[in-house]
């Protein structure tokens, strides 16, 4: 039995619980979220891996990708195909596909100069993986989170948490929070720093808070190409350890000019959670 808990732990959110994304930054390559939707008619590509550490095992993720799309105004739709390794020290590893993330993000506040935009990025996860080989739950969960938003001059802060809703067996359910201050560097380079919290996974299992530092690298001086990047490590609670490296795209149509609209200026403006590994 507690083997089998062992092995659930690889599709646990951390990304987004992190994971998750977006001149302010949000989501991929953090953990901690952000309430902004890519814009209308416009479109979001990642390729990545993940990697996530606790004692006696190593879950990544490689090699993933994410898709998102901004069919309506204010909201995104979201989906992640990962493959994954389940690699504990000592016992049978296994690597195969995993659970698909689904997710539909809408901010229903706009940021103004007193006041910070909020919204919400629900995401499922659906049970395509192995669970008896320990690459998946075998259930559907989901997870619901709020997000706050503001930004002053080059520098951007968000934060939120919410529920993660595990309807397995052996686990349950658990809070998350985070909080990311980051601050443009120069026109090519972000960089930033979170605290990212998750409750009890399951019984045989502690809450862990965890310290990230990362960024994004803009290839060509715009939004069109970048390079996001991730490390940290649990400052209290489970010892655990969190990586992210990734490549993105963004593409659409011009929008026309709105003095209500403020442009997402990255990957980090808009989750993931990106899918997440490692906490089940």
């Known amino acids: ?142 997870r619901v989170p709020l997000w706050v938003q503001k930004s002053f001059g080059p520098w951007t802060t968000y934060g939120g948490g919410g529920e993660n809703v595990v309807p397995a067996e052996g686990l349950r359910n658990y809070p998350f929070a985070g909080l990311l201050v980051q601050r443009e560097v120069n026109k090519k380079l972000t960089l930033g720093s979170e605290v990212f919290y998750h409750g009890q996974m399951s019984s045989d299992s502690r809450y862990s808070a965890l310290l990230d530092i990362g960024g994004y690298y803009k290839f060509h001086g715009n939004d069109s190409f970048q390079l996001l990047f991730c490390y940290g490590h649990s400052v209290s609670g489970e010892r655990e350890h969190y990586a992210y ?12 000019d709105k003095p209500d609209d403020k442009p997402a200026t990255s990957a980090f403006n808009r989750l993931r959670p990106r899918g997440v590994m490692g906490h089940m």
């Open 245 to 256: 490296l990734g490549l993105y795209w963004t593409w659409g149509e011009k929008k026309d």
């Open 1 to 142: 039995m507690m083997e089998g808990i062992k092995s659930r732990r690889l599709l646990s959110p951390l990304f987004a619980l992190f994971l998750g994304s977006t001149v302010a930054l949000a989501g991929p390559p953090f953990q901690t979220d952000d309430p902004e939707p890519i814009e209308y008619k416009h479109y979001e590509f990642y390729t990545f891996s993940l990697m996530s550490r606790l004692p006696g095992e190593t879950d990544v993720q490689i090699p993933a990708v994410e898709f998102n799309w901004g069919p309506l105004p204010n909201t995104h739709l979201h989906i992640i195909l990962p493959a994954a390794a389940f690699l504990p020290d000592h016992g049978v590893r296994a690597y195969g596909f995993v659970d698909i993330e689904l997710g539909i993000k809408y901010r229903f506040v706009q940021e103004t100069k007193h006041r910070p935009q909020i919204g919400t990025f629900t995401m499922f996860e659906i049970p395509t993986g192995n669970a008896d080989r320990g690459l998946g739950l075998g259930k559907t969960w989901y």
